[in-house]
Structures are given as C-alpha cells and as structure tokens.
C-alpha cells in the first residue's frame, strides 16, 4: 500500500493526468475551461489595477522628487546659506545642494493673457528638472530670461523668444510692494507634473530676490538612494541645528502617499473578490472531476493509493487549473500595462490633470505586485479546492466500484 509520503509525486502525476489526459468527458472540459478563464480575468484585473496604482505612486514619486528635491532644508532664522549648504555637501550620501528662492507673480502675455505663477529661482547649472542653463537665464536685449512650463505656455499663448510681463508683489521691510519686469521666453519645460507645468516660472535666482524682497530660501538636497531621505534628513538636522527646518519628501508629501497606499490596498482586496469567485469555478472542476473520474478513483483506491493520495491528486489538478489562469492573467496584465502606458490610454484633460497632478498615468506591474497578486490567487485556489479533495479522500473503493 502506497504510504502518504510517496503519494505526492504520484499525485502531481495523476493531477496532470486528469488535467490533460485523453479520456476527458466534455462537462469536465468545459468545466476546467470556463475555471481557467475566470481565474486568467480575475488575475488580469487584479495586475492592471495594482500597475495602474504603483505606476501612478511612482510616477508621482519620481516627479516630485525630480522638481523639488529629496530632501529640502528651509532656514527658520538668518543663517549663512553658503555655510548650511557647504555642510550639507559634506555629508556621504549627497549627491547635489542647490540654493533655491521662490516667490509668487502674475505673468501677462502682449495680448493681455495673464496667469497666476510661482516663481522659482535657481543657480545658472544647477540639477534637477526644474534647472536651468546660464543662457536659458540670461538678460539679452535689457530682459531676462524665464522658462515656463508648457501648459503655462499655451495658456499665455507664447513660445520661445516672445515678451511676458511680470508682476510680482513682495516684501520691503515690512511693507509689501509690487515690482514689475519685463521677461523673455527663453524656452518651455515639460516635467508631465500638472503644478509645474501649469504654473510655473524659473527664473535667475538674483532676480526673484530682487523682486520678491528676499523671497523663500531652501537648500534642495538630492541624494543616491531617495528612499533613504527621513534617515538622511535625520543625520543633517543634527549637523545643522535648529535654525534649519529638514524635511524629507516623504513628510512633505505623507498625506498624498499615505490616500494612495489605502487605496491600492483597499482595491486589492475589492478585486480579489473576482478571484474568489473564480475559485469557485476551479472547486467545481474538482466536483465534477471526482464525479466523472470516480471509477478511476475508486480502482486507485483498491490499488492501495492512499486517502492522502486521492485528496492530493485532486488537490494537485485544482492547483494545476488555478496555476495555469494565474500565469495566463500575469502574461497578459504585464502585456496590458505595457501597452497602457505605451499608448497613454489613461490621459488627463488640463482641468483633471489639476486633481491628479498627472497628464497621464503609467501603468507599471513591478516584481513585487504581481508576485503578490500571483500568491493571492494560488493561495485562494488552494483553500476552495479543500472540500472537493476531502470528499475525493473519503471515497470508498466498494461505492466507487459498485454501480459501474
């Protein structure tokens, strides 16, 4: 009598017999095949919506830390920013510190087209997407140079080499005063962040002090790995004291990734309800196989195959069906997301990219969402398929034997 432990390559073999031998009756074919379908769709489903979640977050991610900056460091009290910032650059890890002043304005296009602005001024070379060139930023012909972003462009109706006023209104002292200039258009950027795009204005960094009374000072920090930023942010507020405010991107931006990680969770778990009840179509291709193979079954069983044998030879079969759906869905959701993100199927009008920051949406299956996704489901599969390899297991050789 064949023992428990040398039941299990023998029921791999008679599963993948059952799955794929010739004598196969047309209700249990039909029965594995609407079981595979649903659990290929379940699973499909499951990898678009969790690549449309991380590639958003990560897109998101990406941008945010490419326009601003890992890690940013805002002076509390008058300190000397080319000290802080020597400190910073000293510190392992660090890749960049820029010297960064923002301000706020109104630009008005020579047809009279005008549009609400931050002003971001930066060094001649600096890094990050937000950066701009010495010439990019240069005073020719008694204007300077600005860049701005594409959709604020075509809002103003200008392009490179056409005149914008500025109107900005800053502090003197205390009392607050409107300084006005004229800018050139020296060039259009393109982050696919909405906010950047829409709204903002890069400036020399000279000239948003001149006009914004000494605006907003902070030292942009990118390093090699962002994921290490609050551990990063840490060490550098103890080198630089209280007088500096250090913040990582993470806190900066904690209510927005905190929605999004909720939401990517919480639809997980609504859309593994459509495996579930894919499962179920697996469980009842178990039914039918026990009914259809009970013959087979009941001879196993006066061969000397095990209870234990027969459950995990049915067990084994389910397992095959819910694995074969399970890789066909994973295929074909990477294929999707690629082609979603490819073609931007998911794009934004101006008006909803405002809400959602984004133009449009990547879709990016990572290793780790679709090995989530995958175990999700086999799992699942496993534990519907417990009840029709119990009853397989309790089947007695004499009943199966009786009537056929």
Known sequence: MWDGGASLPLAWELGRRFLGGRRRSRLLDSSARVALVATALGVTAQVVAMGLMSGYRGDLERKLIGGNAAIVIYPTSAVDAVASAATVRREPGVQRVDRVVYGQGIVTSSDGKEAVVALRGVEPGGGGTLAASAEAIAIRDG????????????????????????????????????????????????????????????????????????????????????????????????????????????????????????????????????????????????????????????????????????????????MLLGAAGTAVGVVVGVVLCELLTRFEVVRFEPEVAEIYFLRSVPFHAGLREVAAVALFTLVVTLVSCLWAARRAGRLQPAAALRYE
């Open 143 to 318: 204007a300077p140079g600005a860049l701005l972003g594409s959709e604020l462009a075509h809002t103003l109706g200008v392009t490179a080499g056409d005149p914008v006023r500025l109107t900005a209104l800053g502090i003197v002292g205390e009392r607050p005063r409107f300084a006005f200039r004229t800018l050139r258009c020296s060039g259009v950027f393109t982050t696919g962040f909405s906010e950047f795009d829409r709204s903002w204005v890069v400036l020399d960094r000279g000239l948003v002090e001149s006009v914004s009374g000494q605006g907003v000072l902070s030292l942009e920090v990118a390093i090699e790995d962002p994921a290490n930023a609050p551990a990063m942010a840490e060490r550098l507020g103890q080198r630089l004291g209280p007088e500096h405010l250090v913040t990582p991107w993470q806190e900066l931006n904690r209510e927005l990734f905190s929605a999004l990680r909720i939401q990517q969770v919480g639809l997980f778990l609504l859309l593994g309800l459509i495996v579930l009840v894919a499962t179920f179509n697996v469980a009842s291709s178990l039914v039918v196989l026990v009914r259809e193979r009970q013959r087979d079954l009941g001879v196993l069983a006066a061969l000397g195959v095990a209870p234990r044998g027969l459950r995990g030879a049915v067990l084994a079969f389910g």
